[in-house]
């Protein structure tokens, strides 16, 4: 009788050891992960951050690691200059929160009316923002561009003017495309409203109903209020795509001097043709300060944001 | 009886809910309809731009078709290339990303900051700063000369892969799945890259499952193992079709063969060429994505 009691006391003594190490040595496990992960995705971003400051000696310095020898703001002055980034980045700034906000009214307003109404092939139409997302742009790309370098609608213009106008080299298409829900990803964000719109109970709008709101004043006043986590999250999606997308900028040839991120890509021959620095390598370190440049708004957003963004889609309607 | 004249209350009501949708519709129309009926036009003819800036179709039957699969140099390398690579990464990042939403799910010191970096690749996700990125990271593990092969790389910071690799092989490893994860590993980064708004999409399926369940699992005696394929993956299946749509096509819009179609348009002027190349990519992705859409909706569990 003796020895059973102990045999199973020490057996759940040895148990509880076992668990703690398991415990511990898991924990160790998801430590490493996290950190290494952390550290792939952190390397590149201080890289570049290191050799913005890098001095041209510093950069053929086999010694120089991390840490330049001789800091220097000077790439930073020459790329300011050539970018000619405050007025520059003002107008990025003006187009994408702009086009941020066309995209955020004009989904949610979508998502809604999928979401609360019901009209007739309701389910086909829907199936159609499910195509709008599966679609590549690519595929529509080229009678996108002939649209938009012949702009007619309905003969309209022949009528004023006599021929049709040629929109591209403008940022006209790209509001044009916003304001009629078809912008950069909208699809996706109909997608996200509709789901939160539908997550949320019905007796908000009956109640509003009830004391004499109307449709819209109820979409505007309770609803889109009640779907701020949502809000938050295409808004936050919505700004950084359209603030990094060079597709639609290529394709409807929008100005350099609007769109920033197209800008950079020209840097290095700028660089290399306004002050004659033609060594590959002194050129990447211009373009480092560069990108550290047009990321530095992007990023402080974000910071600011990223608590609210977070928990936005933690309960938006990303999940059906 | 008189029969009542105008539309009911309710029809009312679903009238203004038309015109909720009204102006993506319109879009939709102009933007998406007509132009993939263009592109199929296109696709089917020669086409020439006019001085004045307008452009004349002339029917060419299914020449272009031919021409790309029988005549054009790369196309169908490019296309099969595109493809398997597709088929490659969708599951490793779909997987990658539901893993790193458990772990960022858990509670643990510095969580927020953690999921602050984790994030980061969604916002730095343009070409150019892709680019640069790319080429300080090499920098990064040891300087220009060892950024030759990604292997290099690893050996740089030394870990002999070599070794590993001989190892699992004398495991008797089968060959072709020691290929998949070592490729997978060394293009960790990219995985890591892409994966950004999957995991948002999984952190957020694992929240809304109700705790009472892993309450019930644990009651029960399950272990963690256990939880994880009875509670924890069914739970997140519906969204991983989700997952695998949004990767599919972001893959996609990404891959080579699109590259080639828009080179063909905008550098060859070859604009009845491009379109036939983006048609039969597309439509080749679309029956990939219903088929696999299809495979996982069949062993999907839905709760509700």
Redesign the interface.
């Known amino acids: 009788m003796q020895k059973i009691k102990i045999d199973a006391q020490t057996r759940n003594s040895m148990s509880a050891m076992q668990r703690s190490v398991k415990k511990g040595i898991l924990g160790l496990a998801q430590f490493v992960v996290i950190v290494g992960i952390c550290y792939v995705i952190v390397a590149p971003i201080l890289g570049i951050l290191v050799s913005s400051f890098m001095s041209d000696g510093d950069a053929y310095n086999p010694m120089v690691y991390m840490i330049p020898t001789a800091p220097t703001l000077q790439k930073y002055k020459t790329v300011i200059a050539r970018l000619n980034y405050f007025p520059t980045m003002g107008r990025d700034l003006l187009y994408t929160l702009s086009l941020m906000i066309i995209q955020v009214f004009i989904c949610s307003m979508v998502g809604y009316g999928f979401a609360r109404f019901n009209f007739p092939f309701k389910k086909l139409l829907f199936a159609c923002v499910v195509v709008m997302i599966v679609i590549p742009t690519n595929t529509i790309m080229l009678p996108l561009y002939m649209t938009f370098k012949n702009f007619n609608p309905f003969g309209l213009a022949t009528l004023i003017k006599g021929k049709s106008i040629n929109l591209l080299g403008t940022p006209v298409p790209m509001y044009l495309m916003t304001f009629l829900g078809c912008g950069l990803r909208s699809g996706l964000y109909i997608y996200i409203f509709n789901q939160f719109f539908r997550g949320l109970p019905k007796e908000i709008e009956e109640a509003a109903f009830v004391d004499g709101a109307g449709v819209w004043y109820t979409y505007f006043r309770i609803m889109l209020m009640n779907a701020m986590p949502s809000v938050i999250t295409v808004a936050v999606f919505s700004m950084v795509w359209q603030y990094n997308d060079t597709f639609y900028a290529k394709l409807f040839l929008i100005s350099e001097n609007i769109v920033i991120s197209k800008k950079i890509s020209s840097l290095t021959a700028v660089i290399a043709n306004e002050d004659k620095i033609l060594d590959t390598t002194i050129q990447q370190l211009y373009l480092d300060a560069g990108i550290i440049l047009i990321m530095v708004p992007i990023v402080l957003i974000y910071v600011f944001l990223q608590r609210y963004f977070i928990e936005g889609v933690e309960r938006s309607g990303i999940v059906g | 009886m008189k029969r009542r004249r105008g539309l009911s209350l309710l029809q009312k009501?679903?009238?203004?809910?038309?015109?909720?949708?009204l102006?993506?519709?319109?879009?939709?129309i102009?933007?998406?309809?007509?132009?993939?009926f263009?592109?199929a036009q296109?696709s089917l003819s020669t086409m020439t731009t006019s001085a004045?800036?307008?452009?004349t179709l002339e029917w060419a039957g299914l020449s272009n078709y031919i021409y790309a699969f029988r005549a054009h140099g790369t196309f169908k390398q490019v296309l099969t290339t595109s493809i398997l690579n597709m088929l490659v990464d969708v599951p490793l990042i779909t997987f990658f990303s539901l893993f790193?939403a458990i772990?960022l799910n858990?509670k643990?010191k510095g969580r927020?900051i953690?999921?602050?970096?984790?994030?980061?690749?969604?916002?730095?996700?343009?070409?150019?700063?892709t680019s640069?990125?790319?080429?300080?990271?090499t920098?990064?593990?040891g300087?220009i000369s060892s950024g030759a092969s990604e292997i290099s790389d690893a050996a740089a910071s030394g870990v002999d892969v070599a070794y590993f690799i001989e190892l699992f092989k004398n495991l008797a490893m089968p060959d072709k799945l020691l290929d998949y994860i070592v490729a997978a590993v060394a293009r960790?980064?990219d995985i890591?890259?892409a994966s950004g708004v999957q995991i948002?999409?999984f952190?957020?399926?694992l929240?809304?499952i109700p705790g009472s369940m892993y309450e019930v699992a644990k009651i029960e005696g399950a272990t963690a193992y256990e939880t994880f394929w009875k509670v924890t993956f069914p739970m997140v299946m519906?969204?991983i079709i989700?997952n695998v749509?949004y990767t599919v096509?972001d893959n996609?819009?990404k891959s080579d063969v699109?590259q080639l179609?828009?080179d063909t348009?905008f550098n060859e002027i070859n604009?009845g060429l491009?379109?036939t190349m983006?048609?039969v990519s597309?439509v080749i992705?679309?029956v990939i994505?219903v088929l696999v859409c299809g495979f996982i909706q069949k062993r999907t569990f839905y709760y509700n």
């Open positions: 009501r679903n009238v203004k809910g038309f015109m909720f949708i102006p993506w519709l319109v879009g939709f102009i933007f998406y309809a007509r132009s993939m263009m592109t296109f004045g800036g307008g452009y790193m772990l858990r643990f927020t953690v999921r602050a970096i984790f994030f980061l690749p969604i916002i730095m996700n343009s070409g150019a700063i640069a990125m790319e080429l300080a990271r920098m990064m593990s300087g960790i980064n890591i890259s948002i999409i952190i957020a399926a929240q809304s519906p969204h989700t749509v096509v996609f819009a699109v179609a828009y348009c604009y491009s379109s983006s048609l597309t992705v679309c994505l």
